[in-house]
Every structure is written in C-alpha cells, then in structure tokens.
C-alpha cells in the first residue's frame, strides 16, 4: 500500500502507526456449529479405558465414580475390560473409516461442506474458488446513494472495494478434515456427511478505496466557507464579510459504508446518510476590520535617507515616501504567523527602490586586461569597486519598519537605506571560457593608410590602445567617444580630416580620421547581436566601409554624434583592440569577448538606390609649388541605402530589428595642380567724369496717394 494511500486511511479511520490499514475482511453472522470430536485423556494413567470421546468444544464426559471399585470391583473391572474392548473395536473401526475417507478426500473438500448456501463438497481448491468467484459475485455489484450539502453522489461496490473473498472462504472449507490429525478428520468427515457443516460468507471492504471515494465526494460535494478578506480599491480598504460552510464528516460515512457494504445481504441501491459537519472560514470578519485598523497606521509618510559608502563616492540624499505610496504598498492576506493581516508588497516596494537605486549608486570601475606580448592575459589593472542600494537589506528594513507602525502607530519616524559595496565583474578567473561573441563574427577589421587626414595614423590606433582591455559591464552602456576621450594633443591625438560644409578639411579637426575606429566597432558590436543605441552615417560614402553600416563620431562642443551600443547580455564583455603598424597600409581590429552567446545575426543585402554620379575637376592653384598635386577630393557618387538587422535566440525569437538608413551625398572630384603665380598688372589710370546737374522729374499722372505708395514700396 502506498504512504499516501496509508496517511488517508489513518487519517480518516484513526489508526495508528503500525496497525494494518489494509483491507476488511468480515464474516457473516452465522450459528453455533459443533466441532468434530476428539480423544483426550481422563486421567493420568493414559490407560485405554481413562480416555473418552469428547467434542472439541472442551466439554468434558462425566467421569466413573472412584466408589464404584471398592463396593463392585469385580464387575466394575469387567465392564472396564468390556469397555475397553469395545473401545479398541471403535478406534480400529475409526481408523479404518479414516483410512478410507482420507483417501477419497485428499486435496478435496469434504462432503456435505457448505459456504453459505453454495455446496463444494468434493470440489478441489481452484474448482472451489472458481465456483464461490461465480456464485458470490454480485457482492461486487450495485452502488449505494449517499446524502451530501450539494445533493446526493454514489459510491459502486467496485469503488469500495467489495467482493467475495474467496481464497479465505475457500480455505476455511478445505480446513474442515484435513487437520492432519486421522482420527481428529475422520470423525469430522463423518460429522459433515452426516450433518453438514458451513461455512460463513465472507466479504471484502477495501477501507483505502473507501478513504479514497469519501475524500473525493467530500471535496467536490462540500459547501466551503468564504474567508473574510479585505479588498483595496482606488485607495480605499473595505471588508467582505466571511460566510460558514458545511461538509462531510468523512470518518462516521466511511464508518457508515463499511457496516453496510460487510452485510451479505446489503441491497444493491443503498441509500446512506451522511454526517453533516460545519466548516468555520479561517478568516473571520473581525479580523479583516481589525487588519485595516492596522493598514491605516502604516500608512504614513516616510523619509528614507542615504549617505552611501562615503560622502565622497556617494553623496547623501533624502527621499520622501508620501503616505499615499505607501497606502498603494500594503497588501493583505494570511502572514507567516498565521494571522490575517496587512503588509508591504515586496514586488512594488522593490519597484520603488529600483527607481532610487539609479540615483544613488555608483559603478564599479572594471580593471583594465593586461596582455603579455603573445596576447595571452596577464593581470588585471586598476578597477575599485562601486556603492550601491542593499535591496533585500533595505527591503526587510522598510518592512519592518511598516509592521512596527502597524502594531504602535508611531508616526513621522525615518529610515535609513543599506548600502552595499558593488564589486567589479572582471576576475582573472572570470576571464576562463571567454570567447569572441556571434560564433566569431563580433569581431572586425578596417584597412586604413596612415596621412595627414588621420594624424599619419595616431587618430586610430591611439583608440584602439585606449579600448584594448575595457570591461563592459551587463546593462551598462558604451560610449565610444567617452571611451577614448579626452580627444586632444596631450593624450596623443593629432590634427586629421574632417567633412565640414560638404567638403573636406584634412587637417581641420584635432583627432580627424578617428572614424576608421568607431566604424570597426560598430560593425563589431553590430555583429555580436548587442543593442545598438546610435550610429550616425558620413556626409559621403567611403569606400574603406561596408555600404550602410558606417559609423561615425563628432563633436565641435554643443552638437555630439556619438556610438553608443548596451550590453544586453548577463555577462562582461572584454574589448580587444589592436593595430598594426604599416606606415602606407594598416589595419584596426576590435574583437569583443564574453561567455558563449547563442544568437544569430543577418543583415539585408547591400544595394544603392537614387544614384547621382560625381564628376572630376582640376583646379590650378598657386597655394603648391609648380607642377605639384594636391587630390582636394575624389569624385564619390551619392546615394541612398537601407541595411535591416535581425538578432535571434536560440529559439529562433527575434531579440533585435532594427533598420539604418543611410544618404549619402555626391562629392566632385578635385584635383589641384601647382602653377607659377603671374606678375600682378600695374593699377589703370583713373579719368575723371563731369558731375551731371540733378533735374527733378515729376510725372503729373501720378496723385499724391500713389506717390505716397510708391514711395513705401
């Protein structure tokens, strides 16, 4: 029997741990019936003529007076002598018959044996069951209709468990002669032939398919209570009332079943009466008042107050909590102690303190990744840890806070929030299992031809130096130009090209050409399927770039375009940056690295759209020496693009889409050649003009008003 099985049925019928729980066995009420006979001893001599045939009930023969040997001796021992006799006759008569009825009824039931009104006399075991299995049978048919609060439900014989148990009853008539004892099964054979013997009817109740049934009709069929409750609502607490209940008293039915169905002659359509119990709710209505006398104290203003690690990475702060927020707070139900009663929401508590963490914590700074020369990881520099908001400390403290004003009503009190240090994410050993996000493709490589449009190379490996090593850490979002700044001669930016007014200034801008660098790691981050917060297009489309997937950065102090992307993973991601050092042809590469990310990135084919070609001039400039060139700028044709990202899980749901546009505008060619400037021409003579008289000239068609307009105009 299963624990489960076994836990209903102690549960119900009281039992407890050891006693069998399995199934009843009842027998029918039936008439005394005699026992077979049997020789016992009358005396302690054991001699033949001191034993007596008695029956097996204890009920002992009247024994031979002692007198009677002192007055008849003679003929007492005569007619003991006969006695004996005829009593060895009778016990080889006995034995004989025994013999013989044992023969013919070996592994048989005896004759004349009865189980209730069914004959097995001569039948073998399996013939007996079989026979008793057939005529017994209806025991395990009919139902019974049993009274509940929701109306009446039946129970069948077969759920109960009901049926003839026809192995005992089978055994019992298979008992009757066949003790072993030949005398004991001769005198019981010839006492069955003679009288009869029967045995009761037996029925099976199985009391766990009992348990069983009641516990389904007491739970489907019961009239539950209705706890009283507190409902919330724009603001405001009210009670609903709680109602009784009534259900099944499932001990006393099962008690009920169990007598009738262990009756043979239980009818088959039985009506039993259930015991009907009354079902108290849990939460009385005096308890939900009594909860929102206790929720209006909590509801009162709050000042939760922050002073951080220190005042110098963190600086204090005050927040009020208005009495109305915190009323949108309190909940109610049954508590950990089990009382009915109001509390905070730890789900829009948390809420309103992840609106305050943001203005109070400080980050962590991550350490820099040193490589050795072989570019395998060597140690981590620099990094401190950041302050921030405890949330399960602060969240236990306001609740605590909340539960104190429940109990007292103190009023006006303050709370301070925990701080908690924030370490930085980045550890050699987090650095284990690190690889290049996207399968690989979150990495890229620009080719870039160190000159004066790029501070003969500085403006973009200087960058790639400065990015080599940085953590980003989950959630936090990359700057580019944060990230590399400040742009100046002092951190050893030089003066490059920049596009200003649709041309271009090769030396116009200190850092001039840093684009090559944001463009790579666009195209990295792009790529590992990161979110993308900014990208900018050029002015014109160069073609060291993949076509609608440039990026680049600018700022001239009040008008910023920046690359700006999110680590929308759960883990670091490490920046690797590199350059190589070619002085006519070289290249950046950006890789970044984090623990394996299952997502798939594409992006819509490249095309050109509203194509305008560009032309070529040349221009003859004194500004170069005789005969030397100067490619102001190469003719680029303008156009218009479109490129569609789509980052999927591994589930094929899509995470990002987004789509860039791009515009780019028609640059001219221009050439310039170096010419020797002419010698300037001498000033002509000026002739002196006569001085014309004024005449005044009126036109008399003219009124006065229109002259006045005239005059406006």
Request: charge should be neutral; include cysteine.
């Amino acid at each position: 029997m299963a624990t489960d099985e076994i836990d209903l049925v102690d549960e119900i019928f009281g039992l407890t741990p050891g006693e069998p729980a399995g199934r009843l066995a009842v027998p029918e009420p039936v008439d005394a019936v005699p026992e077979p006979f049997r020789w016992e001893p009358n005396s302690p001599t054991k001699s033949a003529s001191s034993f007596e045939l008695k029956p097996a009930t204890g009920l002992w023969a009247p024994p031979v007076p002692e007198r009677a040997h002192s007055r008849r001796g003679g003929r007492v021992i005569g007619f003991a002598a006969a006695f004996a006799v005829a009593a060895a006759a009778t016990a080889i008569l006995i034995t004989v018959v025994a013999v013989a009825a044992f023969s013919a009824s070996a592994n048989r039931v005896v004759p004349g044996v009865h189980v209730g009104s069914v004959d097995l006399s001569g039948l073998t075991r399996d013939q007996a069951i079989a026979r008793l299995q057939n005529s017994y049978a209806y025991l395990g048919q009919g139902q019974a209709s049993i009274a509940t609060p929701a109306g009446a439900a039946p129970i069948t014989y077969t759920q109960a468990g009901r049926g003839p148990d026809v192995e005992a009853m089978t055994d019992a008539a298979m008992s009757v002669g066949h003790s072993g004892n030949p005398i004991d099964d001769a005198v019981a054979m010839l006492r069955s032939r003679a009288n009869g013997r029967s045995v009761p009817v037996v029925v099976l109740i199985d009391p766990t398919a009992v348990a069983t049934r009641v516990r389904q009709l007491a739970g489907t069929n019961q009239v539950l209570p209705q706890d009283a409750r507190v409902i919330v609502q724009n603001g405001t607490f009210t009670v609903s009332k709680s109602t009784p209940g009534n259900g099944i008293d499932e001990k006393a039915l099962c008690e009920a079943i169990i007598n009738l169905l262990t009756q043979e002659n239980a009818p088959a359509g039985a009506t039993i009466e259930s015991t009907f119990v009354a079902l108290n709710p849990k939460v009385p209505s005096q308890a939900a008042q009594d909860a929102i006398t206790a929720a209006q104290k909590m509801a009162a203003e709050m000042d939760l107050t922050w002073s951080g690690a220190s005042a110098a990475t963190s600086p204090t702060a005050t927040f009020k909590v208005d009495a109305n927020t915190i009323r949108t707070w309190i909940v109610f139900g049954v508590r950990a102690d089990g009382t009915y009663g109001p509390s905070a929401d730890p789900t829009m508590v948390q809420a309103y303190l992840s609106g305050l963490s943001g203005k109070v914590a400080v980050r962590p700074v991550e350490p820099y990744v040193v490589y050795d020369k072989s570019g395998k990881v060597s140690s981590l520099k620099g990094g401190s840890n950041g302050v921030g908001l405890d949330m399960a400390a602060t969240l236990q403290a306001i609740e605590a806070h909340l539960e104190g004003l429940a109990s007292s009503g103190v009023q006006g009190s303050s709370l301070a929030m925990v701080a908690a240090p924030i370490s930085p994410q980045i550890t050699l050993d987090s650095l284990t299992g690190m690889t290049v996000l996207g399968g690989g493709q979150g990495a890229w490589t620009t080719t870039f031809f160190p000159g004066v449009s790029n501070g003969n190379g500085a403006n973009i490996r200087v960058p790639a130096s400065l990015l080599n090593g940085q953590i980003v850490a989950p959630g936090q979002q990359f700057s580019f130009l944060r990230a590399v700044g400040p742009i100046d001669a002092a951190h050893g930016y030089a003066m490059g090209g920049v596009i200003v007014g649709g041309k271009s200034d090769h030396t116009g801008a200190m850092g001039g050409g840093i684009c090559s660098a944001s463009t790579t790691m666009f195209n990295a981050a792009a790529r590992a399927g990161l979110q993308i917060d900014e990208r900018h297009a050029h002015f014109y489309y160069i073609d060291r770039y993949p076509i609608g997937l440039d990026a680049t950065v600018y700022s001239n102090g009040y008008e910023v375009w920046d690359l700006r992307w999110t680590n929308d993973t759960s883990n670091p991601i490490l920046i690797r940056a590199s350059s190589t050092k070619g002085s006519k042809k070289a290249t950046i590469t950006i890789q970044l690295w984090s623990l394996p990310l299952d997502r798939k990135v594409t992006f819509s084919a490249a095309y050109k759209d509203k194509v305008v070609s560009a032309t070529d001039h040349t221009s003859y400039v004194t500004t170069l020496k005789p005969g030397q060139q100067n490619r102001a700028e190469y003719p680029t044709p303008g156009f218009e693009t479109s490129r569609t990202r789509t980052v999927t899980d591994s589930t094929g749901k899509i995470i990002h889409m987004e789509t860039w546009t791009s515009r780019y505008t028609k640059v001219d060619g221009l050439l310039e050649i170096g010419i020797t400037p002419k010698p300037p021409k001498p000033p002509p003579t000026p002739t002196p003009t006569p001085t014309p008289t004024p005449t005044a000239i009126v036109n008399p068609a003219v009124n006065t008003r229109d002259r006045r307009a005239a005059a406006k105009e």
